[in-house]
């Protein structure tokens, strides 16, 4: 395929008109092509050369080879060079060759455009006949040849970097800005393009746009644009990225990966390690190495990542040679780096993480003589310069190796493995591996260690979910799943497993709820080891609590996963009271139960004696098993009891003697000299349910408990009720008004008539003994009695007035002034009862005189 040629210069008057114009043209091109190549080929010489050069200094004006994109898509690969004077003796001339590249069509070979810079191809006026010759071939020029590339490169070592990462950029449109390359001569801006084209992907390296010359830059459309110092300056224009080789190189280092490993390919002249053409970093950094090229650690970290994809895929000569490069080289020329950053750049993990990463991935897939170099300074890095820890067997190293490591590593893996400002169940766990693969004993570090890891698992440092991590110790945390690497480390590891259990197993004896929440449902195999019985219980304490039955049951449950008896054991039993109660305490009845079944002597070694006794004192005051269980409290621990415990136990079990009708005396004064002489107040539901139980006495009526078919309490002695009414006691008379307000009181006044007498007469009996007294009997004389009264049939009310008849003179009278309609009746009624109580008959305590008149008695 002939290519069509266009030629350009000013030339004397022809068909085609005067001055500037195309002198030759093939065959076929169309005017549109023309009038775009136009604005192509321009070319303006520089302002600081001869203005009328003779024929020798014209050889030194700069040539200006292009290969521009064109509107069709194709190419228009020129070349502008400068002639002096035109026919007419005008300076100011110049001469175009250009060659039209239709959409997808390449030179002949396929050879790049850059190639064709100063081929003898390249005409300098128009062919004589006006026709163009044909082109088969470009032949290239000795200046674009290997050894004068390489000795390019070397002379701008500093340099290649920053352009191939700008190269790079634009290549891949995530910049689009024009490079500026400015030199002395426009052939040093050809060798630069050369050089591009060799590190970019072939393909790329085509579609390439350049000139190697324009005096205007700014208004130049290719992608990399060569300039002479005295050109148009655009370093203030933010549309380029401008390379002055004519002025003193940057300082700062290059971050981008491949564009510094590009440069140390060609500064170390081997360009043929481009020859793959795919531009891709990890190959290109891998061929780097095994070529024996040193590069920066972020360029040996690409070529470990890339490896360790292609490890069982590339020859064993050549990995071998890779390992021996990557575990001899240093990688120290940083040039300042402190982050690695990717092709494109983004930070990358560092050389460490990638050296261990390919380490793992080798260990047991080659030779061991392969890999063990590697694995080496892995170890070496992991231990010395807190590297990534790889996970490697057994027979990564050869036996010289690891001697050699154990002898140089074990100080500062004992060291760190003992660390306390790192998580003990990250880097010191794997490093615990490590001194397991280089046989360094670290027995005396485990039980210190092994604190550590249980301390962060039930403190909630150590977490198989990323960013949960809380290092609240509540079981509102939620349970925890226990990183793989630590049940790894459990189950190979018997001596740290051992002491691991046993800092749990205290943690759990310590804390039973809140190491429960943390390693409940955890995974930990504590079916491994014998004993640690708190820690069985925390660890297998969810799947009990989620069982059926009671909460005796779950007791018994919790108990039995300890493997060991609370008689052999009895702290167990303190373990698992707080796994089944960990926010509150067990009922009267369940407390009671657990004394009684497990005997005093365990609930004394055990600690729990405590809590039976805080389960009595903090049940609410209708609890029936609460009396009895404060019995059994005072006769189990008869001298072991605090003074604050002992007699609100006393009241407690009064109230059950008070409750069953036993035969005692004095209750109001014995149940004040108990509270009183208490060493602390005594809790508001003990004091509640010993009020309850002495208005019940008083008022004759039985326990909430108690069967409603219960027979009849009988009357309290008149002793007890004027002991109430005296010591004017607010707890007390506000629990027998409270207890009179209820409705077993209301429940026998209405059906009972004989017990609305005995009321009557308790509640009109001495009157002004104690104001406290006085506006409680009057408060239920009004509230309580009158209303029961006034709703009595007639054959009740004649009962209630017939026991009042019989029990004395004017109790009666006064009952009939009490129950009288309208203010007469009210009147009586406060005035009902005054009189002597040394006048009252014995037939029936409580009896009253009724007022005489003038309502004196």
Request: one cysteine or more; glycine letters at 8%.
């Amino acid at each position: 395929m002939s290519l069509a040629q266009l030629h350009y210069t000013s030339a004397p008057p022809g068909p085609d008109g005067s001055g500037f114009r195309f002198t030759a043209v093939s065959p076929g091109v169309p005017p549109t092509l023309l009038r775009e190549a136009e604005q192509l080929i321009g070319y303006e010489p520089p302002r600081d050369l001869p203005a009328r050069p003779d024929a020798e200094q014209l050889k030194g004006f700069p040539k200006a080879f292009s290969c521009s994109e064109l509107t069709d898509g194709g190419r228009l690969l020129s070349r502008s060079v400068y002639t002096g004077a035109d026919y007419s003796g005008r300076w100011g001339n110049f001469h175009a060759h250009a060659l039209h590249l239709p959409p997808g069509v390449r030179l002949p070979d396929g050879a790049l455009p850059i190639t064709a810079w100063e081929s003898p191809r390249w005409a300098d006026a128009t062919p004589p006949d006006g026709r163009p010759e044909p082109v088969d071939r470009f032949e290239p020029s000795g200046l674009l040849r290997r050894d004068g590339l390489v000795a390019f490169a070397r002379s701008r070592a500093d340099r290649l970097a920053a352009f191939f990462a700008d190269l790079r950029a634009l290549s891949e449109e995530t910049d689009t800005r024009q490079i500026v390359v400015v030199e002395h001569d426009s052939a040093d801006v050809a060798q630069w393009i050369a050089l591009a084209c060799t590190v970019l992907p072939r393909e790329k390296a085509h579609r390439l746009t350049f000139t190697t010359y324009t005096r205007r830059p700014q208004q130049a459309r290719q992608q990399i644009v060569g300039a002479l110092p005295s050109s148009e300056p655009v370093g203030h224009d933010h549309r380029f990225r401008v390379h002055d080789c004519t002025a003193r190189a940057g300082a700062e280092p290059v971050a981008d990966t491949w564009a510094e490993v590009c440069a140390r390919v060609w500064a170390a002249g081997r360009p043929e390690l481009f020859r793959d053409g795919s531009g891709d970093l990890g190959p290109l950094a891998v061929a780097a190495l095994v070529d024996g090229i040193e590069l920066r650690p972020d360029g040996r970290a690409a070529a470990a990542r890339w490896a360790t994809d292609h490890a069982l895929t590339l020859p064993e000569e050549k990995l071998t040679a890779l390992v021996a490069a990557l575990a001899g080289g240093s990688g120290a020329d940083t040039r300042g780096q402190n982050t690695r950053y990717s092709p494109t750049g983004t930070p990358l993990d560092d050389e460490p993480a990638a050296l261990a990463a390919l380490a793992a991935r080798l260990d047991g897939q080659v030779p061991t003589a392969v890999s063990a170099p590697l694995s080496a300074r892995v170890l070496a890095s992991a231990v010395l310069d807190r590297g990534p820890v790889p996970t490697l067997g057994a027979g990564s190293l050869t036996p010289a190796l690891r001697a050699e490591l154990a002898r140089d590593l074990a100080p500062a893996l004992l060291q760190s493995i003992a660390d306390p400002t790192e998580p003990a169940a990250g880097r010191p766990l794997a490093l615990l591996r490590v001194a397991d693969l280089l046989d360094v004993d670290c027995t005396q570090a485990l039980p210190e260690f092994a604190g550590r890891i249980a301390r962060d698992l039930v403190s909630g440092r150590v977490t198989d979910r990323a960013g949960d991590e809380s290092p609240d110790d509540s079981r509102t945390g939620g349970d925890l799943s226990c990183p793989p690497a630590l049940l790894d480390a459990v189950h190979g590891h018997p001596a740290l497993r051992t002491a691991l259990f046993a800092a749990l197993n205290a943690l759990a004896a310590a804390n039973p709820p809140g190491v429960a929440g943390r390693l409940a449902g955890s995974g930990l195999p504590v079916s491994l080891a014998p004993g640690f019985p708190h820690l069985r219980m925390c660890v297998q304490a969810d799947a009990v609590r989620r069982s059926a039955g009671d909460q005796l049951r779950r007791f018994h449950d919790v108990l039995r996963t300890a493997g060991v008896s609370p008689h052999a054991e009895p702290a167990v039993l303190h373990t698992a009271f707080h796994l089944v109660w960990p926010d509150g305490l067990p009922t009267g009845e369940e407390a009671s139960l657990l004394l009684n079944e497990l005997g005093s002597d365990a609930h004394r070694l055990a600690g729990t004696r405590d809590l039976l006794v805080a389960a009595a004192l903090a049940a609410p005051a209708d609890d029936p098993a609460v009396p009895a269980l404060a019995a059994d409290l005072l006769r189990c621990f008869t001298t072991e009891l605090r003074a604050g415990h002992r007699a609100p136990l006393l009241l407690l079990e009064y109230a059950g003697l008070l409750d069953t009708d036993q035969d005692v005396e004095g209750w109001v004064e014995h149940v004040r000299n108990l509270r009183d002489g208490a060493a602390e107040p005594a809790p508001e539901p003990v004091t509640q349910r010993v009020y309850d139980a002495v208005a019940r006495r008083l008022l004759a009526v039985a326990a909430p408990a108690s069967e409603s078919y219960a027979p009849p309490r009988p009357t309290a002695p008149e002793s007890e009720l004027y002991a109430l009414a005296r010591s004017g006691d607010q707890g007390l008379l506000a629990a027998y008004e409270r207890v009179a307000r209820g409705d077993r009181v209301g429940d026998r006044l209405r059906t009972v008539p004989s017990y609305v007498a005995v009321c009557f007469g308790d509640w009109s009996t001495y009157p002004q003994t104690h104001p406290a007294w006085e506006a409680t009997r009057t408060a239920l004389l009004a509230k309580v009695l009158r209303p029961v009264v006034r709703g009595l049939p007639a054959e009740d009310q004649s009962a209630v007035e017939e026991v009042l008849r019989r029990t004395g003179r004017g109790r009666l009278d006064a009952y009939r002034a009490w129950n009288r309609p309208g203010a007469l009746g009210r009147l009586a009624g406060r005035l009902t009862g005054r009189g002597r109580r040394d006048e009252r008959q014995a037939t029936w305590y409580g009896d009253v005189e009724p007022p005489g008149e003038g309502g004196s008695g």
